[in-house]
């Protein structure tokens, strides 16, 4: 058995430039492969931080019914985030941040250009959203995009004790924030005990179609701006807010850009008249592939409150579906590259034994088998093969491994931002591609070496 992979060694090595380009081949074949592969990995990664760092979380928790009502009934979905819910959340094992969100739908107005649009607006809590979605706030535009939210500069305007009971529909308490603009046209000169400030996130597409013409021509909304907020609370009466554009989010999704904007979440509640209240609970983990076991765990302890807990590629499965097309695509790829590489081992072993005709006629002669015949020429090709995927394999993860370190800067259609990507591969897929090259080499030498193996000593041996 040693003389015969000393043999299939010594055929290999007896013709160096066609086993040299099989090898090339298959090198080539694979490095393609092994390449694709890694950018699919990195984007793919980038898609699912973006969605679960910025916009979603891993899991999120909302009441039943949620996903199917309209966003102009949020209101009718707010459930208390209280104590005894956030350490029941915080317990389940792999959770390592919550945080509430707030949905609420209405209008927004920019006073400089008198433009209006339909918007959806989340109350955040900008610190923990920090812990739970930290791409979030790194979506501001830089040079002139603002600031993120912060919570210690919300404030809400204070009137004076003595003068609660001129408000119309406002409780008589001396520390309650009036957010709700005074209907009556004497309580303009009010005088207050604190300044309110609020701060807006929106979109770039958003901003850029709150257009004025001046006289020094078009005028697009600015950070600092005012913008009215346009709501209804948990009563159905009007509500409204003046707010500041404080900061203006590069956001990928076209529809998110023109629709969505960012508030502090106790002003959300305050202005929709629920304290305490949120729409959803974001949740982050230790763990991404965990997230359905921690839903499952989740859902039996939520279910008295009438809660469910639901892993962020059930919430949005357009990603998904993108993703599984990548995957569809790369599958496609691959088969093209295979099928190449085959066809490459097909033909080179085919010249071997055309030219080794007459040596397979001795190899019969002197005692070898049908059988051995056929396993020395897939042992070559394997070996060739094994060759071509280990080179193959080596080179690609050097390059890979560069590209991971390096980074490649590309920008999204429709974003000002760029984004970095960071090509990787498993050490299994690595195993995987490698070993690829071997099962190449021999299945690509079946149909020569079943060839070989059929011909006859005595015409092999009288071939010229």
Known sequence: ?????????????????????????????????????????GLQREIKEGVTKAELG????????????????????????????????????????????????????????????????????????????PRLALLVKAGGGGAFLQSN??????LAGNLAAN??????????????PVPQASAVDLPTTQQ????????????????????????????????ILMVQDVNSSQRSMVTKLSGVLDVTNPTANKTTAYLVLATAQQLVGAPGKVTQLVLSLDNTERRFEVAKALNEKLAPYGLVAEPWDEINKFFVTIMG?????????????????????????????????????????IGYKRRHIMSLFMLESTMVGAMGGLIGVTFGSALILYLNARGITFQLPGTESPVILHPFNSVQFSVFTAFLGVIAGGVGAFYPARTASKMSPLEAMGHV
């Not at 003389?3 to 080539?28: E, G, K, Q, Y």
């Not at 500069?153 to 204070?158: T, V």
């Not at 020094?216 to 600015?222: I, K, L, T, V």
Request: glycine share 6%; with cysteine.
């Open 1 to 41: 058995m040693k003389d015969f992979f000393v043999l299939a060694r010594r055929n290999v090595l007896r013709n160096a430039r066609r086993s040299l380009l099989t090898v090339l081949t298959i090198v080539i074949g694979l490095t393609f492969i092994f390449i694709i592969h890694g950018f699919l990995n």
């Open 167 to 180: 408000i119309e529909d406002a409780p008589v308490d001396a520390n309650q924030d009036y957010t709700k």
């Open 196 to 227: 309110e400030f609020h701060q807006l996130l929106i979109g770039e597409y958003m901003r850029r179609g709150f257009t004025t013409t001046t006289a020094n021509g078009e005028r697009q909304a600015a950070v600092g701006d005012e913008i």
């Open 325 to 365: 097309l990548q995957n569809a695509m790369f599958s496609m790829v691959t088969t093209v590259i295979i099928i190449f590489v085959l066809v490459a081992i097909i033909i080179t072993t085919l010249m071997s034994v055309s030219e080794r005709t007459r040596e397979i006629g001795t190899l019969m002669a």
């Open 58 to 133: 891993e899991i999120q928790i909302v009441r039943k019914g949620f996903r199917q009502a309209l966003p102009t009934k949020a209101n009718d979905y707010l459930f208390s985030y209280n104590d005894e819910l956030k350490k029941l959340v915080q317990s389940t094992a792999h959770v390592t941040g919550v945080t509430g969100r707030l949905l609420l739908s209405g209008l927004l107005n920019h006073q400089a250009s008198q433009s209006t649009t339909p918007m959806l607006g989340i109350g955040i809590d900008p610190e923990m959203e920090n812990q739970v979605c």
């Open 153 to 158: 500069l919300e404030k809400s305007a204070k």
